[in-house]
């Protein structure tokens, strides 16, 4: 038997396993601008309103009044559900 003490091979506990001071965490510049893109847009619809309630009021008001109960609004509901029963 020999004492000599073989290399490791590589891939399997050899250099190339062990990190080198030249390794660099730092995110690249393309992380950064993707996280600068995706922070923009977060804000924008952080900015949008939770909820248009002039538009809930107004059509709170059309269906008190009775302007969506029209014969052409039932009509093409119905049609539309036929054509769906007709798909299936």
């Known amino acids: ?21 030249s390794v660099t965490t730092t995110p690249s510049s393309l992380d950064r601008i993707a996280d600068g893109t995706v922070a923009k847009h977060v804000a924008a619809i952080k900015a949008l ?20 109960d029209t014969p052409e609004r039932l009509n093409a509901a119905i049609e539309k559900m036929l054509g769906e029963l007709r798909e299936q």
């Open 1 to 21: 038997m020999s004492n000599q003490t073989q290399a490791p091979k590589p891939g399997i506990g050899g250099p190339a396993d062990t990190p080198s001071d």
């Open 49 to 68: 309103p939770d909820v248009r309630e002039d538009r809930i009021a107004q059509m709170k008001k059309l269906i008190a009044d009775g302007q969506c």
